[in-house]
């Protein structure tokens, strides 16, 4: 998260440590996807006004890639989810999962079967009518995509064959438990696409727009990194149950632009020549100051999925208890959260988000006390030095922090550390190189984010039985006891189809994370959006994309 827009990475199991990576891009973080509504207010159907154009502006379009089942950046997944839909959607309140191009489902008690029974009126943009064949043609191509569908592969772990028991019944089977797999139906990553889609056109092809959804927008024109035009399909009328509208779209049409600049991106979005500002970093306080006093709004979502947490190598200096515990207490995340961003920003309290489903709040865990911090590195024989940092048999308590890029916020945490006597040493990589270290352990602290609308993102990371050393670093935080706790709360959440039950296992599994010194939650992640006043209606997914059914532009 840096402010320099860096990449957001893949995250198949071999590109972990990718995805883990760029610390310099955990500013952009904020563009992984979000939770939470961060909605305009909202005005009856009589006071909509219909038609004229949306203009939208995005900072950057790097991976050139508009197919939903392979795209993973956060700003094209915004334009997927117009223009696909999805076998059910998330409710970005409450989590909910919520019928949509299916109307009700079944999970079998071992979370291994899944039945879907279909809407029977829905087409898509090619005039192919959605059907269980549609369904089944999409799950076994992002099967087939392997590590091109590097989000799909993890949703779809464990994937046997999807059967079609009638036209409009479909079965979905697993050879391992998947319970996380019923979320995964909500995402854009699995969005239904028209078997043509995958007859017709290649996946390069499919990169450049060439699919056919049945989403309320079709695509009219995409130059890669310049420009995108979306006109909406004016017989749509299966919304999603979260909408307001659930018909065609209000607006004819949605303009994006790119502007990389946030100073250049502000300054459109003032003098009107767009209506909304969607930035990869939080907007700063004067920026938002400045929208606000030209009249227009912020909207904003704390996104689902993996705070922003650092995490220790145990094989190297962080393999001291007593280290990783100083650490857990000497980082101040309130200050953290108000310096880097603003005042008020949303406060880490747990390794996932709080707009997570599965969330737990840990606040009582993460209460910062650089006292209590020195006790515990002082009765493990760590002595104060001249320099004002420790030392133990000769040796200098150095930490290095595997980075790809400097941020001031890194700077702040070698501030914080510093005060209770800890020496972080920042180890700056190449984008490419950062992969490799982060990947092989070459690190005594890094750090990770992702974004899910299910806490089974934290299984994908850290189950040590899933990623492999060379895979992820996910695979040098914990120490043989830990692991098999860790892998045994995650078998059993991965098998456990009850709301409840899972969510009281991801309980235990964040008390672990945090008491084990696994994770050092530093912050949450947040989408903020800078809108015209003119605009009205705009919501956020559950994984902050953007929802256009119900946007409509006053003139």
């Not at 979370?111 to 064949?133: C, M, P």
């Not at 099967?143 to 994937?159: D, R, V």
């Not at 912020?298 to 993996?306: E, N, T």
Request: charged share 20%; hydrophobic share 35%.
């Amino acid at each position: 998260m840096n402010t320099t827009h860096p990449p957001h990475r893949r995250l198949g199991r071999r590109l972990l440590g990718v995805a883990a990576a760029s610390m310099a891009s955990i500013l952009a973080l904020t563009a992984c996807s979000a939770s939470g509504a961060g909605t305009a207010a909202t005005t009856s159907e009589s006071a909509v006004q219909k038609g004229g154009t949306l203009t939208l502006a995005f900072n950057q379009d790097p991976y050139a890639n508009l197919d939903p089942n392979q795209n993973f950046w956060i700003e094209s997944r915004s334009l997927d989810r117009n223009l696909v839909d999805s076998l059910t959607d998330q409710d970005p309140k409450t989590g909910a999962i919520k019928p949509w191009l299916a109307t009700k489902w079944s999970v079998s008690s071992d979370a291994k079967t899944y039945t879907f029974w279909l809407r029977k009126d829905v087409t898509f943009s090619d005039g192919e009518k959605f059907d269980a064949t549609a369904v089944k043609d999409t799950l076994d191509n992002v099967k087939k995509l392997g590590a091109l569908a590097s989000l799909g592969a993890t949703y779809i772990s464990g994937y046997s064959s999807t059967t079609v028991v009638d036209p409009y019944e479909v079965k979905v089977d697993f050879a391992t438990p998947n319970a996380a797999f019923l979320q995964a139906t909500a995402t854009t990553t699995l969005g239904i696409l028209s078997p043509k889609s995958y007859t017709d056109f290649t996946p390069a092809q499919r990169a450049l727009g060439q699919f056919y959804g049945s989403g309320p927008f079709t695509l009219k024109k995409y130059t890669p990194n310049q420009s995108v035009v979306l006109v909406k399909r004016k017989d749509y009328d299966w919304g999603s149950p979260i909408n307001s509208n659930r018909a065609a779209a209000y607006i004819d049409e949605l303009d994006v632009k790119y502007i990389p600049e946030e100073s250049v991106l502000v300054g459109a979005l003032n003098s009107g020549q767009i209506d909304v500002a969607w930035p990869r970093n939080p907007l700063s306080a004067a920026d938002q100051q400045s929208i606000k006093s030209g009249g227009g709004s912020i909207q904003s979502a704390v996104l689902p999925g993996l705070a922003l947490d650092l995490l220790p190598n145990i094989n190297g200096i962080l393999g001291d208890d007593a280290v990783r515990k100083a650490i857990q207490l000497g980082i101040d995340r309130k200050t953290w959260a108000d310096t880097v961003f603003y005042p008020g920003y949303p406060v880490a309290t747990s390794v996932i988000d709080s707009s997570t489903p599965q969330y737990k709040n840990e606040s009582s865990s993460l209460k910062y006390n650089a006292k209590a911090a020195q006790q515990t590195l002082s009765a493990a024989g760590w002595k104060t030095g001249s320099d004002g940092y420790r030392y133990k048999d000769g040796k200098q308590l150095a930490v290095s922090l595997l980075i790809n890029a400097p941020w001031p916020g890194w700077d702040l945490l070698q501030s914080e550390l510093k005060a209770i006597g800890i020496k972080i040493v920042q180890q700056v990589d190449t984008p490419a190189q950062f992969s490799v270290d982060a990947n092989n352990g070459k690190f005594d602290l890094t750090g990770t984010y992702f974004t899910r609308g299910d806490a089974d993102i934290l299984r994908t990371y850290y189950d040590t039985s899933v990623v492999a050393e060379g895979k992820g670093p996910g695979a040098y935080t914990q120490k043989q006891d830990v692991a098999q706790k860790l892998q045994s709360l995650f078998a059993q959440e991965i098998a456990e189809p009850d709301t409840a039950k899972r969510t009281a296992l991801f309980g235990q599994i964040q008390d672990e994370l945090i008491a084990s010194g696994t994770l050092f939650p530093l912050q949450n992640r947040v989408q903020v959006a800078g809108v015209a006043s003119t605009v009205h209606g705009l919501k956020f997914t559950n994984e902050a994309f953007l929802r256009l059914n119900d946007v409509w532009i006053s003139k």
